[in-house]
């Protein structure tokens, strides 16, 4: 998580600088669809599922093939660990949603540093609310 968080700290930075507009859009689009799925207590893999795509993006907008790729690989191992963040900490699904919308903001208003710093918060907050012990089969 904290290498995943570095990964896509550099990735918000450069995005905040390099997306384009139907990027911006397509985030805020994922978050509106991730909005959905949190006010009708919807399905945790779904919301998994949209926050990767949101996360995914901010990687593509940065333009660093080097980037995306360490980014989907720290993905895919961190997946897990974002499920079990969503599962047990499922009251603060709407405090990560207020975050991703920071980091867009952010990104959306060409303020890197900000994008760089909202991430890095959302990503390791997260990791504060696991049980590593908890029975949760993932």
Not at 103 to 112: E, H, T, V, W, Y
């Amino acid at each position: 998580t904290y290498l995943r968080s570095a990964i896509d700290g550099v990735a918000a930075y450069f995005a905040a600088k390099n997306a384009t507009e139907s990027q911006i859009a397509t985030m805020q689009k994922y978050l509106d669809e991730a909005q959905k799925i949190i006010e009708g207590h919807g399905e945790i893999e779904k919301l998994s599922e949209v926050n990767e795509k949101f996360h995914q993006l901010i990687r593509d907008a940065a333009g660093f093939v080097m980037v995306q790729n360490w980014g989907k690989n720290m993905q895919i191992i961190d997946s897990a660990i974002r499920r079990r963040v969503n599962i047990q900490d499922y009251k603060g699904i709407l405090r990560r949603q207020a975050e991703h919308q920071e980091i867009l903001d952010c990104i959306a208003k060409r303020d890197p540093e900000g994008a760089e710093k909202a991430i890095i918060k959302n990503i390791r907050e997260g990791i504060k609310f696991i049980d590593f012990n908890s029975k949760i089969n993932l």
